[in-house]
């Protein structure tokens, strides 16, 4: 169940360093790393709000609802993962458990969704709990020790042993049932161990053992996040596919990935491709219900192009969505 589509409208240092306030918050007035309580509806507006700091020779950009971070080993982007929840009805409160947030939001239906993060942001654990009392843990990522270095989340894995053009569709070219079936595929082959969601989030060696497809159905305006109402209904097939294979396993999580072209600066590229997959999202929420809690979020930049070019490209300006449950391993079997 999602909530009814509401009326429109329109490596490096460690990573405490990295997001804590302390670190980047305090001279620019944000939380965690991110500036709090401003809005963006397109690029210029990121660029007037982005706030440059630089601490230890690591540089940091805040903006509304996410920071973007430069070391010697390149870009890295966390944003609030929640902040999509806002536009789904209910409630949204903020509680304090020790030095962690727990941001409860509470459905219109009654269902009530509990994220905790830690100081720096990061995700530790999503819940799903209904009204009977029944609980569905949707992301845990306890398992493992708060990491010390932002090179301790990239996982370097051998590719998976299939072509890479296996590893993705296109939703253009491809009928509902090759759509279903690489949503619904287990990884290519097996993986040592389970992952946390922000190591996958940042090692493509761990994503590449999960099917992906390639939404190029959908398409951007250079510098655009904006989805024209005339391409929601080519999202169609893949909210279908999701839908059926929650139907069977309602604790699945899929993980929508953005990208761009690789005109522009690199920072603006990375906030673009992120702010393209929260707009995918909150779409395959309000107009195909699909519930936001199984919905995770990313931005790539220009790192993954699909054209090989360094001009405009409206190929590489798309959306990717895959399973990563069997990455995670918090569903029930």
Known sequence: YAPPP???????????????AAAAGAAVGIVGGMMMGGQAHALD??????????????????????????????????????????????????????????????????????????????????????????????????FRPRPRTFREEVVVLPPPPVPIERRYVDAERSDDTVIYDTLEAEPFAPLPRRYTLDEVRMSRDVRAYMGAVDVDTITFATGSWTV????????????????????????????????TDAVGSDVDNLSLSDHRAQSVAAILTRDFHVPAENLVTQGYGASELK???????????????????????????
Request: net charge positive; charged share 35%.
């Open 6 to 20: 509401p009326p429109r409208s329109e490596g490096g240092p460690g990573t405490g360093a990295l997001l804590g």
């Open 45 to 142: 507006d990121v660029q007037r709000q982005r706030r440059e700091t630089v601490e230890g020779g690591v540089t940091y950009y805040s903006e509304p609802g996410r920071v973007i971070v430069r070391d010697d080993r390149g870009l890295y982007l966390r944003h609030d993962e929640t902040d999509r929840f806002r536009d789904f009805g209910g409630s949204i409160r903020d509680e304090r458990d020790g030095d962690q947030m727990v941001r409860v939001w509470d459905r219109p239906d009654g269902v009530r969704i509990v994220t905790v993060t830690d100081p720096d942001g990061r995700l530790i654990r999503r819940v799903r709990r209904w009204p009977d009392g029944r609980e569905e843990v949707l992301i845990d990522n306890g």
């Open 228 to 259: 024209d109402p005339s391409q929601v209904g080519r999202l169609d097939r893949i909210a279908r596919s999701i839908t059926r294979i929650l139907a069977k396993n309602p604790e699945e999580i899929f993980m929508v990935e953005g990208h």
């Open 307 to 333: 054209e090989k070019t360094s001009g405009p490209s409206e190929i590489n300006r798309r959306v990717s969505v895959r399973r990563i449950t069997p990455l995670l391993g918090t569903a029930a079997k």
